[in-house]
């Protein structure tokens, strides 16, 4: 089966997203756990396999669609501290949130309805679960203060 070019040119530009996202995760996820903060770099590693998860299905389609998956990520914005990896994970999901948004009313112009199916719960995902989780990390942050913040998440 042939996709529309478009559709296969905005479904690797995600892919490319999700890829950073991964691997962005990847890395915070194992400073937090160097710098002993297991409780939170669990929760991090658990982002880094639901973003692996979007890009296998993006990958999927892609090669059913007669595409070819392009494999490089986008350039990582490594944290240097916890309020900074947060802002910066953050910031991703805000921008892959969009970028679902705009492939998903390309999938409907193109009438790819199945596409945009296979997005939404990526989308719900991304929204839902990991920017409004950061987000609430960093309004803890805020109200308690970053000490005591640290604190919570040591095991």
Known sequence: MHGSPA???ALNALLVDELAARDQYFIHSRM???WGFEKIAARIA????DETGHAD???RRILMLGGHPDM????????????EILAND??????VTAHLREVMALCERERDFVTRDILLPMLIDTEE???????QQLNLIRLM????YLQSQLV
């Open 129 to 135: 679960d990991h920017a409004h989780w950061l987000s």
């Open 72 to 83: 490089k990520p986008s350039t990582l914005t490594i944290g240097h501290d916890l309020p």
């Open 57 to 59: 299905a993006l990958i």
């Open 90 to 95: 953050l910031a991703v999901e805000i921008s």
């Open 7 to 9: 559709v296969l040119v």
């Open 32 to 34: 937090l756990a160097e």
């Open 46 to 49: 658990h982002e880094m396999e």
């Open 145 to 148: 203060g970053l000490p005591n």
